[in-house]
């Protein structure tokens, strides 16, 4: 990844405060067919850039690119500089790459109704609110980029849906995740100053995954939430004491890059395991946590400092 400041399918901070029940009140806003809450703002450009590069599509390259570099990337610089780069990294994505992909993107919105997705979204903002405690802060940026993540976030708190990615097939791929994106957010809130990198990465994706098994309510699989196959789910349970030795070996640790490796999908701690082994660990953490505090000691997790949950599970005294 070019960027260090975006992280693939992880939601950084958006904000200060606590955003409790009552916070939410949605309203319409004249910007991008935005809408906003107290809490979120949801901007959405995939029509006003496919209607931009179509108008300008064959003007001489210098012209164009004036054109679009004034009305796509200048007005978001902060998004594409966090997600791609410059005006000029963003220049070559467009005329190397966005625009031999157009006819793609067009058919990508006749599949997916961007202005349907905004109103689940806005209705499991509302539901994770109940169900949680808690709401959400920060804005939504919905685009056609360099596909390198379907849902994601920059260090600045912004979440990202890359509209071009190859696994935004479908409406509900997408909006399955968005449980899990807002506990994301919810957490970077709620948490209280991490005290090492590895153990918060990890907590912090496992609990994402174990909040939105919950608010699905049966309606997907353990494997599912962790993005592992079936098979791989099981391999993991089989090979659960060594799992729970590499916590133990690495949990301490504050290294940034090693934190990443944790919740890469490409890297493998174990050669017969699946990648992201974050998320599993992580996702036992807290479900050793519950069993031993109650079914709805999970909300506690929000407030308590990693290194407490990780005790109060008894993780490591499973397998001794």
């Not at 912090?204 to 995954?209: H, K, N, T, Y």
Request: with cysteine.
């Amino acid at each position: 990844m070019k960027k260090t400041a975006f992280l693939l399918i992880v939601i950084l901070a958006f904000g200060t405060g606590l955003f409790k029940p009552g916070a939410f009140a949605a309203k319409e806003m004249n910007a991008e067919n935005g809408k906003y809450s107290e809490t979120i703002q949801w901007v959405d450009i995939t029509a006003k850039q496919i209607r931009i590069m179509r108008a300008a599509e064959n003007l001489p390259k210098e012209k164009r690119n004036r054109i679009l570099a004034d009305s796509i990337f200048a007005p978001y610089i902060t998004v594409w500089n966090g997600y791609l780069g410059d005006e000029t990294a963003f220049l070559n994505w467009l005329n190397n790459t966005a625009y031999n992909e157009l006819d793609e993107y067009e058919r990508k919105l006749e599949l997916i109704c961007t202005k349907e997705m905004q109103n689940i979204f806005f209705e499991a903002v509302e539901d994770f609110q109940e169900f949680s405690g808690y709401s959400p802060q920060g804005k939504w940026f919905v685009f056609f980029g360099p596909k390198w993540t379907n849902l994601g976030g920059l260090g600045d708190g912004t979440m990202l849906i890359d509209m071009a990615s190859y696994a935004n097939t479908s409406l509900e791929k997408i909006t399955r995740l968005f449980a899990h994106e807002i506990n994301h957010q919810v957490y970077k809130i709620t948490s209280p100053p991490r005290e090492n990198a590895v153990l918060y990465r990890i907590l912090d994706e496992g609990f994402a995954c174990y909040v939105s098994y919950l608010y699905h309510q049966g309606k997907t699989t353990i494997a599912r939430e962790l993005l592992y196959s079936e098979a791989a789910y099981q391999a993991c349970r089989e090979n659960d004491a060594r799992i729970i030795e590499l916590l133990r070996e690495h949990y301490q640790s504050n290294d940034n890059q090693l934190s990443r490796l944790f919740a890469n999908r490409q890297h493998r701690f174990f050669d017969d395991l699946p990648g992201a082994i974050g998320y599993y660990i992580g996702f036992r953490i807290v479900e050793e946590y519950v069993k031993r505090h109650g079914a709805d000691s999970w909300k506690d997790i929000y407030t308590m400092k990693p290194e407490e949950v990780l005790r109060k599970s008894e993780i490591f005294y499973l397998h001794q």
